[in-house]
């Protein structure tokens, strides 16, 4: 049990989920080295490290407490629209995990399942807290992941969204119509990762220069970087140092 769980529960919540967890993994890739760097040198010294990066598979009902509330009155909210739809229902997957639920959601259907979680008076997700980037070079086709971070307040809840895009087509529909908070938090996911979000009014990088090639936190993104001076002393970029391959 989390500390939120612990202080919801002092607070008389007995409606918590009991998070069944999801045994099921994925691989999506198999990683050598500290950071799975492949164009330049490894200065981490872990050059004969190997991981397998896994992710947790799609979990089963019931999946505890208010967690298939929020699936129930989702699916209930997107009525015909989860049966009408050619290419397969507007959630791909629900996964739980470490106590927390994420819907993996069609990218094509992301606006309108944030209009549901938002107005929806028994889900009521009326914010968007933050947007993370996820680039994932080994899952082909589902290379770059954007990630929505969703809170009720009206029922204390958290929830995620999670959508993917192929590398060769990075286009996710922009959510700054339902949530605008989601402006500056959708552009440092372009910014670095290189997501274009469709429809979003002023898509520009929000911390790198505005000619900076490429997307610094995408895995493929060299290691080796600028020169970096500080009280007169200079420290070259790592492609530079010590490679311990």
């Not at 993996?104 to 028994?122: E, F, G, I, M, S």
């Not at 552009?187 to 002023?202: S, V």
């Not at 911390?207 to 900076?212: C, L």
Request: proline share 9%.
């Amino acid at each position: 049990m989390t500390d939120n769980q612990s202080e919801d529960a002092a607070r008389g919540r007995d409606d918590l989920p009991a998070t069944p967890e999801s045994t099921q993994l994925e691989v999506v890739e198999v990683r050598d080295g500290m950071f799975g760097a492949e164009d330049s040198g490894d200065t981490s010294g872990y050059g004969r490290l190997r991981r397998t990066i896994a992710l947790p598979g799609p979990s089963s009902r019931p999946y505890g407490g208010w967690f298939d509330d929020v699936a129930d009155s989702l699916e209930a909210g997107l009525g015909d629209l989860a049966t009408s739809v050619p290419d397969g229902h507007p959630i791909e997957k629900v996964v739980v995990d470490r106590g927390e639920i994420t819907f993996y959601v069609r990218r094509k259907h992301l606006r309108a399942v944030a209009q549901l979680l938002r107005d929806d008076p028994a889900l009521r997700f009326e914010f968007c807290s933050g947007v993370s980037g996820v680039h994932y070079p080994g899952e082909t086709g589902r290379e770059l992941h954007a990630v929505y971070h969703l809170l009720s307040m009206t029922h204390n809840r958290r929830i995620r969204l999670e959508v993917a895009a192929p590398d060769a087509d990075p286009h996710i529909p922009s959510v700054v119509p339902v949530y605008p908070t989601a402006d500056w938090h959708e552009r440092e996911t372009y910014d670095f990762f290189g997501i274009i979000f469709d429809g979003h009014p002023a898509l520009t990088r929000i911390q790198m220069p505005d000619d900076w090639p490429g997307h610094p936190q995408r895995k493929d993104y060299p290691l080796g970087g600028i020169s970096v001076e500080y009280k007169g002393a200079t420290i070259p970029p790592p492609d530079e140092r010590r490679s311990y391959r």
